[in-house]
């Protein structure tokens, strides 16, 4: 097993779901989290928040829009 550097990752994929559909208490609470980590830093710690951006020419049809 390889030795330990002290580093965790910690990678949110398709993160736009959550601002979009998550319930606000949750969206709070989340916002809360990110505030103290920035407040606070934990030594080796990274938060990736990856987000889905539509192709060109999509309509934003991901985000259930019917308008286009």
């Given at each position: 097993?390889?030795?330990?550097d ?14 979009i ?5 949750r ?42």
């Open positions: 097993m390889p030795a330990m002290g580093r965790l990752l910690i990678v949110l994929d398709q993160f736009e779901e959550f601002v559909l998550a319930d606000p208490e969206q709070k609470a989340f916002a809360a989290l990110v505030a103290d980590l920035h407040a606070t830093p934990i030594k080796g710690l990274r938060l990736l928040l990856q987000e889905v951006v539509p192709a060109a020419g999509d309509g934003g049809k991901w985000l259930g829009n019917s308008d286009s």
